[in-house]
């Protein structure tokens, strides 16, 4: 945690945001915040000039900025984590590094925390900018949350969220390779607030959302925050072994009783159904196991190559 106290900081991960980001530091230069704030940028392993440019836009900078470089890209809830644990804010907002969320917006989420005595609050967007396939990953990512996490149904998990420094002090000691912040909030709270806000279209760049990122955050959902697919293994097994039992039972009243012959196709495919489910079911087991193994055995959920403070940019500078 930084020493000097401040209301407000906001924690930005960055991946590829070379095209952005001087838009971005612009606009919070910008922002009033009363009692003081700070950006955390957290660099989440890009490829392009975006520590180049950091740097730079840190040396001038009259904000107090930390940035963090990530030896390798960890993904978004690793950087947001590595992030809470260098901030000092009584709060802290959480946003893209894209300016789809505007930056003067974090005042309304801090207003509504301040105000109702929220652990957390969460954004509502007007009108959503994403494209057409990244509004169906969303709201089926939400979908999957109100079935696997412990949160009210039907809240939208936004990543443009305000945490208080109770949240923050209870989620940023997670050391699980495979975090999701979502998770762990309302692992530690439901005193939960929303905040309608501008969502505007995205001004450089695309993004860095794919569909193995949205795949990779659903496992973290199912398998980091709950049990939910171990419930669903025990409820599948209970099914199939009464449809099991039914089918013998049929098969036993047609050849006996009707004398109908026993037919091959019909033994394979129930054979082939049953094998497939126990190998999904195995395979569920098996994940939960290695994500086990790889907490157990220490890999590492961030690994921080460099942090510059704005004020010691300029010695960090890339030389001539």
């Known amino acids: 945690m930084n020493d000097s106290h401040v209301?407000?900081?906001?924690?930005v991960p960055l991946y590829n945001s070379a095209e952005t980001l001087e838009m971005l530091l612009a606009e919070f230069e910008k922002l009033s915040i009363a009692g003081?704030?700070?950006?955390?940028?957290?660099?989440?392993?890009?490829?392009?000039?975006?520590?180049?440019?950091?740097?730079?836009?840190?040396?001038?900078?009259?904000?107090?900025i930390t940035y963090l470089h990530l030896s390798r890209n960890f993904g978004e809830h690793n950087a947001i984590l590595a992030g809470l644990r260098a901030c000092s804010g009584d709060f802290v907002v959480t946003m893209d590094d894209d300016l789809q969320n505007p930056p003067s917006e974090v005042?309304?989420?801090?207003?509504?925390?301040?105000?109702?005595?929220?652990?957390v609050v969460y954004s509502v967007y007007e009108e959503k900018r994403h494209s057409w396939w990244r509004?169906?990953?969303?709201?089926?990512?939400?979908?999957?949350?109100?079935?696997?996490?412990?949160?009210?149904?039907?809240?939208?998990?936004?990543?443009?969220?305000c945490l208080s420094r109770f949240v923050v002090d209870a989620i940023s000691p997670c050391t699980?390779?495979?975090?999701?912040?979502?998770?762990l909030i309302f692992q530690v709270t439901q005193n939960v607030g929303v905040v309608l806000v501008r969502h505007d279209a995205r001004r450089a760049g695309e993004s860095g959302y794919k569909l193995r990122s949205l795949l990779r955050l659903?496992?973290?959902?199912?398998?980091?925050?709950?049990?939910?697919?171990?419930?669903?293994?025990?409820?599948?097994?209970i099914?199939?072994?009464?449809?099991?039992?039914i089918s013998v039972v049929e098969v036993t009243v047609e050849h006996f009783v009707r004398h109908t012959p026993l037919g091959w196709g019909s033994l394979m495919a129930t054979v082939l159904l049953f094998a497939g489910t126990q190998l999904l079911l195995l395979g569920v087991m098996g994940e939960y196991i290695g994500r086990i193994y790889l907490g157990v055995s220490e890999k590492p959920q961030s690994v921080i190559r460099r942090q510059v403070v704005s004020g010691q940019a300029r010695e960090h500078l890339p030389h001539e």
Do not use: C
């Open 218 to 237: 659903w496992m973290s959902m199912f398998i980091n925050a709950s049990i939910l697919p171990l419930r669903f293994a025990t409820i599948a097994g």
């Open 36 to 64: 003081g704030f700070e950006l955390i940028l957290v660099n989440d392993g890009s490829r392009d000039a975006t520590e180049e440019i950091a740097l730079r836009l840190l040396a001038s900078a009259s904000r107090r």
């Open 176 to 183: 699980t390779p495979y975090p999701y912040v979502d998770g």
């Open 135 to 161: 509004n169906a990953g969303s709201s089926l990512t939400n979908l999957i949350a109100d079935w696997s996490i412990d949160k009210p149904r039907g809240l939208y998990l936004s990543s443009f969220r």
């Open 239 to 245: 099914g199939l072994s009464v449809i099991g039992f």
């Open 7 to 11: 209301t407000l900081s906001v924690v």
């Open 107 to 119: 005042v309304k989420l801090l207003d509504v925390a301040q105000r109702e005595h929220r652990d």
